[in-house]
């Protein structure tokens, strides 16, 4: 198996546990497990192929369905043995990002050999699968809290471009790049890592605007 292969089926298997760990927390039955596993784990990659005009990969190759839908009943046995299942979703969401950051990138450069398409596919497939299951569940945005998230993404995406243009073996660039996103997401769940919010000023009354 290929470092991109792996990091795709590690990418939908990470994912589609945090999908299944967020239905958990709203107490679902195992339709709705199988329903957020797989929409998170195979949401990003989907934007990314339809964005690209490539085939859709799962409907290529159903393995990565059948992956989702063995992560969901796995973690609707499982899911109660974890103490704080917000935690490790948060966890393993920066697992799944970091891995979906590399692989966008990767596909997105073969697809149309530019390196700024390549870093923007790669954000786009490594956030959106958490976005799309937060809204599902109702749970609070990843996106919209407050340490970096996305930046951590364009980390990952950026250090894989930047190592193939200084030819850097891909084995070798996928592994620092992956590694490149986790320290940044990873950064900030630990340490609350974040960049400084809009600061508005107080709106001017209507007879004071000239």
Not at 40 to 52: E, Q, S, Y
Request: charged residues 10%.
């Amino acid at each position: 198996m290929t470092p991109f292969q792996l990091l795709d089926y590690a990418g939908v298997a990470v994912f589609a546990a945090t999908g299944a760990l967020a239905a958990s927390r709203k107490q679902l039955d195992i339709i709705g497990f199988l329903f957020l596993a797989s929409a998170t784990g195979i949401g990003g990659g989907t934007l990314r192929d339809l964005i690209l005009g490539a085939p859709v990969f799962w409907v290529r190759n159903p393995h990565y369905v059948m992956v989702c839908a063995a992560i969901a009943v796995i973690v609707f046995f499982t899911a109660h043995l974890v103490e704080s299942r917000y935690k490790l979703l948060l966890w393993l969401d920066a697992i799944g990002l970091s891995a979906y950051s590399v692989m966008g990138a990767g596909k997105g450069l073969a697809a149309t050999g530019s390196p700024t398409v390549a870093i923007i596919t790669g954000m786009l497939t490594a956030t959106f699968g958490g976005i799309l299951r937060d809204l599902l569940a109702g749970e609070p945005s990843v996106l919209l809290r407050p340490e970096i998230y996305v930046t951590a993404a364009m980390t990952g995406a950026a250090v894989f471009m930047l190592a193939g243009v200084l030819g850097v073996p891909e084995a070798l660039s996928a592994s620092l790049a992956f590694a490149a996103a986790f320290i940044v997401r990873g950064g900030a769940l630990k340490f609350g890592w974040s960049f400084s919010t809009y600061k508005s000023r107080p709106g001017r009354r209507p007879e004071d605007i000239p």
